[in-house]
């Protein structure tokens, strides 16, 4: 069991995904359709439950839940890191001689652009070296913060949330679009379906 995860598989947990360097690769559609493809393959095929979650530019943010006892959120961190980083690798090496892609409006006006795919390349090719890979795309650390109490749930849920609006991407976070902040502000449905849960007071 890797240090920051407890023995029991069926917690809650508090996760954090950075890309190394904090590169911008999440500012396309096509980008963030690839994290929300992802994150629906364990929701339907792993039985992992998301109670709120976040796409910035350059890092994740998520609480998860593990419905099946046989597969817990370490196991869906090193499968979910595994294949979105050979995906963000092939889709780079797609890329290789072309501009990089236009980031979408939102995150474009609030300067978030993605380099060019030769350099990140090239950046993720060094990382690997220093860590004996061929590539690094995602830091090692998921940073992972069981919860326990529904405090400590609504601080997590406050600060996820407050990213977009302290990256001054929006100024109201349900305004954001990849993230659930509408859903518990309003209700609506977003890119991926939300699993409330209560916790000990």
């Not at 849920?157 to 954001?176: C, D, P, Q, T, W």
């Amino acid at each position: 069991m890797k240090k920051g995860w407890a023995r029991e598989k069926q917690q809650a947990y508090f996760i954090t995904n950075t890309i190394a360097g904090w590169k911008n690769i999440f500012v396309t559609i096509r980008a963030i359709n690839m994290i929300v493809d992802s994150w629906k393959f364990f929701v339907e095929r792993r039985g992992i439950n998301f109670l709120a979650y976040i796409v910035m530019p350059s890092h994740l943010h998520y609480i998860v839940h593990a419905a099946d006892p046989q597969y817990g959120i370490s196991d869906m961190q090193r499968d979910f890191k595994r294949h979105t980083a050979r995906q963000i690798i092939a889709g780079l090496q797609a890329a290789f001689d072309k501009p990089p892609a236009p980031s979408l409006s939102i995150f474009a006006a609030a300067g978030f652009h993605r380099e060019p795919a030769r350099s990140l390349l090239e950046y993720f090719r060094n990382a690997g070296r220093i860590a004996g890979q061929t590539y690094r795309v995602w830091l090692p650390d998921d940073q992972p913060e069981m919860i326990f109490t529904q405090k400590f749930f609504e601080q997590k849920l406050g600060y996820l949330h407050a990213n977009a609006v302290e990256s001054k991407i929006v100024m109201v976070r349900e305004e954001f679009p990849y993230s659930s902040a509408a859903f518990y502000a309003n209700g609506k449905e977003g890119l991926i379906p939300i699993t409330p849960m209560r916790f000990i007071e």
